[in-house]
């Protein structure tokens, strides 16, 4: 069983920046694969980020890309979510997942093992 807890989200101004964190633990944390994903009142669950194991690779919603950059540090067993030039339209409540194996649909939440109980973002104009 995977345990993950995301921090760092708060009420920030359009254009600021904030970084997110998940702590991943109860299984090797260089070994998996981690993602972001974020959900707005009334609306599904929506990818925004994922890396690989080794933080090598990284993969983006459009809605992000640019804006938003995912990097980990398996020393600290600790995936990270650096989100810059905030927009109103980002906040949401944001969800770190992790996955042991390379998840076949990486955009879609179920295709992911194990997810944090979400951490809120508001993005004020």
């Known amino acids: 069983q995977v345990h993950v807890v995301e921090s760092g989200g708060g009420l920030v101004q359009a254009g600021d920046s904030l970084r997110l964190s998940c702590a991943a633990s109860?299984?090797?944390?260089?070994?998996?694969?981690m993602g972001w994903f974020r959900q707005a009142p009334g609306k599904d669950r929506e990818f925004v980020a994922t890396?690989?194991?080794?933080?090598?690779?990284?993969y983006y919603s459009d809605s992000v890309k640019g804006r938003f950059t995912a990097s980990r540090d398996n020393a600290k067993n600790t995936v990270y979510l650096q989100m810059n030039s905030l927009k109103p339209e980002d906040t949401a409540v944001y969800y770190c997942?992790?996955?042991?194996?390379?998840?076949?649909?990486?955009?879609?939440?179920?295709?992911?093992?194990?997810w944090g109980q979400g951490t809120q973002v508001t993005v004020s104009s």
């Open positions: 890396i690989n194991w080794s933080g090598s690779a990284t």
């Open positions: 109860g299984w090797s944390f260089s070994s998996l694969f």
């Open positions: 997942a992790a996955a042991p194996r390379f998840p076949i649909e990486v955009r879609t939440a179920t295709s992911w093992n194990y």
